[in-house]
Every structure is written in C-alpha cells, then in structure tokens.
C-alpha cells in the first residue's frame, strides 16, 4: 500500500499548506474540480480544528489502491481536550469561530466515510475518505474490512515499510513487512517482499515467507508476517519471522501471535506456521516496531466498533516510537 502522507499541524501557516498537498494528492489521482475542491475543504477544516481545539496534531493523507476504492483518506489526530458530545460537535449547523465554518457535518457530506473517536483527556481521531466522484462509493462493502497506515520516518522520502492485502478463494491475504533499517534500502527490501507476497499469495503463510526469503537474498533483509484469514472456517493461520507484531482482540479480550527470531533474506528458521480462532467480530492487529506494543484495545471503550483505518490512526497516534517507519493494519470480521 502507498504510504501516508503526513503532514504536521502546529503553527496557523500550515492548515494551507495541508490543503495544498490535499488538493495536488486528489488532482494526481484523477479527481476533477469539484471533487478536488471537496478534498482541499474537508482538511483546511480538518487542520482548522487540530489548531482550535487541540494546539496541533497531524494529518495523514492516503489515496486508495485503485483496485480498492477511488478515494483518498484522511486521519485527522490529536492529543487534545476531547469532545464531550460527538453528536452535536457533528451536527448541521455547529461550528466554530476562526475555522473555514462547514463544520463536521458538512465535511460527513462531503465524503463518504466519516468517523469520529473521542476521549476527553486523551484527544480525538477523525477519519474521512474522499470519493473521486459521485460514481464511486467508499462504504463499507468488503469482507473482512481492512484499513491500515504507512508512514516514514521524519525526514525521510522512502519507507521502509509496506503492507498488502490479497483476496483468496478461501479468504483473504495479509502481509505485514519491515525493511532494516530506514531509508532507501530499507525500503527496497519492503517492496522486493511484498511482490513476492503478491506473487505467492495463493500459498500457505509459511510457503509465503520462504519465497519472500528466497527474493530478500541480496538485500539488507526485512522482518515479515504473513496472514491467511478463513472466514467461512472461524480460522486465522499466521507466520511471522522478526519484530512484526499481531494481536487479535475478540470477546473476553486479545491473543498475541507468535513470531520467530530472525531475518527473512539472511537468517530465517525453518517455516512454522500458527492456527488461532477467528471469531466473529474479532479484530486483528498488526504493526511494525515502529510502535510499541503496550496498547490494549480495552483502554479505549468503542473503538473496535470503529472502521479499522480509524483503529490504525488511535494506535499511531498513542504508541508510535518517532523513531523509526511505522505500519499498522487492523483486520475486522466482516460482521459489524
């Protein structure tokens, strides 16, 4: 998946030039006029409110796979006060002095996907997609959902993290892969991973790693999880070489997945592959150690029942280490 773009909300000269990288992100995607219009409008407002309400954050900005949705999506977050009453905050007619004054419900119309998450003391997430146009529709059609965020290290142009989901006759897909290090190498082992994910998707997990292993040789090495959801089986089956973590938080709270030591490329141990439940409405977790891995999903009351790029943009926000390229996928059960 394309990385974020993350743009930093501190100061009032940077809500512009949000809206310019918006709005240059959804021409380049194809957006016309009007569309490109409703994107630059919905996060002039976004980055208006992480200043107003909040005394900063940041804004992330992804287009969407063209396979996926026609879209471009937009995480809003702050450690701010909070919102005491989402509803009226989303509103008609609500609004605030000093910001462009569409307001949240203006923006909920304006896009396709709108998702607020709140809690006083501790900030709030906002999470918009944009549609290409009134053709397209960006709700939640997929089975299971999947929403997640890329983003590199401050500083950098290349990521040395990457994501991907493949659909499957039994299932869906998921890798989760993290370049050594940083930088353009780092990232160029991500991206050799990946394709041999994409290649070999059809492929049990732990057949997986061994062509990403077999790819990686020549390069600096990457850590990598593989995923292999079975819905109509209630059965997830996970391999994973190095510091990628999963978790999958269900009723009656969360199981950590196991992963072996090693680098896939260089040092990996023989394949094993885990079989875990995949109930209903589970949620699975999956990052880099680009965040650490002390969250606890019951730390935030409501949020599992949040689209997972909301879920991802929480974790970000709440244990990114700053430190390095941070990925977070979260996978529901398609039952909501």
């Given at each position: 998946m394309t990385p974020s773009r993350r743009c930093v909300v501190l100061d009032a000269s940077q809500p512009a030039e949000v809206r310019r990288v918006a709005a240059a992100l959804a021409a380049e995607r194809g957006f016309d006029e009007t569309a490109v219009g409703a994107v630059a409008l919905v996060v002039t407002e976004a980055a208006t409110n992480l200043l107003k309400h909040a005394g900063g954050g940041e804004i992330l900005l992804r287009a969407l796979p063209e396979t996926e949705e026609r879209a471009i999506e937009v995480l809003a977050l702050d450690k701010g006060r909070g919102m005491r009453n989402v509803a009226q905050c989303r509103s008609d007619g609500y609004s605030t002095s000093g910001s462009p004054g569409i307001g949240l419900g203006s923006i909920?119309?304006?896009?396709?996907?709108?998702?607020?998450?709140?809690?006083?003391?501790?900030?709030?997430?906002?999470?918009?997609?944009?549609?290409?146009?009134?053709?397209?529709?960006?709700?939640?059609?997929?089975?299971?959902?999947?929403?997640?965020?890329?983003?590199?290290?401050?500083?950098?142009?290349?990521?040395?993290?990457?994501?991907?989901?493949?659909?499957?006759?039994?299932?869906?897909?998921?890798?989760?892969?993290?370049?050594?290090?940083?930088?353009?190498?780092?990232?160029?082992?991500?991206?050799?991973?990946?394709?041999?994910?994409?290649?070999?998707?059809?492929?049990?997990?732990?057949?997986?790693?061994?062509?990403?292993?077999?790819?990686?040789?020549?390069?600096?090495?990457?850590?990598?999880?593989?995923?292999?959801?079975?819905?109509?089986?209630?059965?997830?089956?996970?391999?994973?070489?190095?510091?990628?973590?999963?978790?999958?938080?269900?009723?009656?709270?969360s199981r950590r997945l196991f992963s072996h030591n090693g680098i896939v490329g260089h040092a990996m141990p023989h394949r094993q592959e885990f079989t875990y439940p995949w109930p209903r409405r589970a949620v699975l977790v999956l990052h880099s150690d680009g965040l650490t891995p002390h969250w606890r999903m019951d730390a935030y009351p409501g949020l599992e029942g949040h689209h997972p790029s909301l879920i991802a943009g929480v974790l970000y926000r709440d244990f990114a280490r700053g430190r390095d390229d941070a990925t977070v996928v979260v996978v529901k059960d398609g039952a909501r």
């Open positions: 909920a119309r304006l896009s396709a996907v709108t998702e607020i998450y709140s809690q006083i003391g501790r900030g709030t997430a906002l999470l918009a997609r944009l549609p290409r146009g009134p053709d397209h529709s960006t709700a939640w059609s997929n089975s299971p959902l999947i929403g997640g965020l890329t983003v590199a290290l401050a500083g950098q142009t290349d990521c040395g993290d990457a994501w991907g989901a493949v659909a499957r006759t039994t299932g869906t897909a998921l890798a989760v892969v993290d370049g050594l290090g940083h930088g353009p190498l780092a990232a160029e082992a991500a991206g050799v991973a990946l394709r041999a994910f994409q290649s070999h998707a059809a492929q049990a997990p732990g057949e997986v790693l061994e062509a990403m292993h077999a790819s990686l040789r020549g390069t600096r090495g990457a850590a990598a999880a593989v995923v292999a959801l079975d819905e109509d089986r209630a059965l997830l089956t996970f391999a994973g070489v190095g510091n990628i973590s999963g978790s999958v938080v269900a009723a009656g709270g």
